[in-house]
């Protein structure tokens, strides 16, 4: 270093440290002397909220002043958006404070990588609004993304779910489908591999369903399978294109639990 430091008088002689254990000290400040790459944790800061859900520890979303992706939309941490209730199931809410619609999320702080994911949904996702979107997916950019969503995508008239890989824009890289009118609980799921991603949803909550219970099942094997990197998984209940519910009704999602098998 071309300036030095001036140190204040120390009363006992304090053993020199190396260079490079300095230069660990400082990296310690904001993240990890260990690589980002060994399933890092999401760092966090003074006001990061964090909830323990399903024996996992998730960071809470916010959106601070201004809109953010997807849709855009304000995202918030408080406890009317975000909470796990005294039987241990997460709440996801969309709701309306001083004239502005507020969405929630959260993220798992550690990487898990290649592995089946379940959810177990409580409340039922098949009736949410148009303008509403329910996603359980796993994020590390936009073009190395795996997506379960329920939706209709702001047209009343379209199924009301689907499973995707992004760029979802992509032929073969997304299939719809319908949860029905009354769906009621329902388990999701995605097995993702090297080299495939089986999906599936079903009635109830069960990874063992009779055939009348399968809702839709698909195996994606094309180009974009995500290489297990730095991902979070993730949940999230946000408006499409930051436009409000068309009966102007808050939302929410509930998830019993999830499991990483």
Not at 30 to 44: G, H, I, M, R, W
Not at 53 to 77: C, I, L, M, Q, T
Not at 113 to 124: I, L, Q
């Amino acid at each position: 270093m071309s300036k030095k430091m001036k140190l204040p008088p120390l009363r006992t002689p304090v053993r020199p440290i190396s260079l490079n254990v300095f230069v660990c000290m400082l990296v310690l400040v904001s993240y990890s002397c260990s690589k980002a790459q060994d399933n890092e944790e999401l760092p966090v800061r003074q006001q990061t909220r964090i909830i323990n859900f399903s024996g996992h520890e998730w960071v809470v979303r916010a959106s601070d002043d201004g809109k953010e992706g997807p849709g855009p939309n304000y995202v918030s941490d408080s406890e009317e958006n975000v909470w796990v209730d005294d039987d241990g199931r997460l709440h996801l809410k969309i709701v309306q404070k001083g004239g502005s619609w507020y969405c929630s999320g959260i993220s798992l702080r550690r990487s898990l990588g290649y592995n089946k994911y379940v959810f177990y949904v409580g409340s039922e996702v098949g009736l949410l609004d148009p303008n509403v979107v329910g996603g359980l997916f796993t994020y590390m950019n936009d073009t190395e993304e795996i997506d379960i969503e329920f939706s209709r995508w702001a047209d009343p008239a379209s199924e009301n779910s689907q499973f995707a890989v992004q760029p979802s824009h992509e032929t073969g890289n997304k299939v719809r489908y319908d949860l029905g009118p009354n769906s009621g609980e329902s388990t999701h799921m995605f097995d993702w591999q090297p080299e495939k991603i089986e999906f599936a949803s079903y009635r109830g909550h069960t990874l063992d369903p009779l055939a009348e219970a399968v809702i839709g099942t698909w195996t994606y094997t094309g180009d974009d399978v995500p290489p297990d990197s730095n991902e979070r998984l993730k949940i999230n209940l946000w408006l499409f294109r930051g436009n409000p519910p068309t009966d102007q009704k808050e939302a929410e999602m509930i998830i019993d639990r999830v499991e990483i098998l």
